[in-house]
C-alpha cells in the first residue's frame, strides 16, 4: 500500500543535542511538507519541497533544516537553536502545487519531547 | 495576512443533533480543504472543494463552499459519538502552500 512512513513515532531530545526526524513516501508526490501541531493548535508549516534538490522556508522555519535529496525522502533536524522543540510534528506530500485537486496526504506523526 | 478562521473552537453536541462548522478565509481561495483529527493521530482528508457553490458529503458530513463569502462550511446531520474529532479546514491561496484553520474540537455527548 503507498502511504507516508514517518520515524520514529517518538523521539527525545536533550540539550544541545540536534535531532533527525525521518519522513518517506512511495505515492511519487512531487511535494513534501513538514507541520508543527503544538498541543491544542494547528499545523504550522515549517519547510516544504517542490522538486528534488528544492525547498523553501514555511512560517516557522527558524531553528530546523531539511534536505531533499531523493523524491522519496524529506527529512527534518531539528537543531538546537530551536528553544521550543516540544510538538508533535506531522509530514504531508502531494502530487504536485500545480493544477492538482488532491489534497495532502499526512504520515503519522512524531512526537518530540525534551530530556 | 493570509488567514483561515474557524468557529466555533469547541462544540459539544447531544447525539442526533444537527450543527454547522464555519470556516471564514481572508482572501481569493483556489481550493478548500477539510480534515478530520482522532486525538493523537494524524490528519484524514474528509473533502476538496474547488469551485464556488460545491457540495461534497460523505454519510453524515456535507461540506460546501461560498467563494463569493469567502466561507465553506461543514454541516453535521444526526450527530453519532464516532464523530467526535477535531475538524480543520485548510485554503490554498495560490502560494505552493495550505494554510490551516486553528481546528473545531468536537465532542458528541450521548
Redesign the interface.
Known sequence: DGGITQSPKYLFRKEGQNVTLSCEQNLNHDAMYWYRQDPGQGLRLIYYSQIVNDFQKGDIAEGYSVSREKKESFPLTVTSAQKNPTAFYLCASSIDRGNSNQPQHFGDGTRLSIL | ELKVEQNPLFLSMQEGKNYTIYCNYSTTSD?L?W?RQDPG?????LF?L?SNGAVKQEGRLMASLDTKARLSTLHITAAVHDLSATY?CAADFGN???T????T?LTIIP
Not at chain 2, 493521530?41 to 482528508?45: A, G, I, P, Q, T
Not at chain 2, 490551516?100 to 481546528?103: E, H, K, N, P, S
Open positions: 481550493r480543504y480534515y493521530k494524524s490528519l484524514e482528508s476538496v474547488l480543520f505552493e502552500k495550505l490551516f484553520g486553528t481546528g474540537r
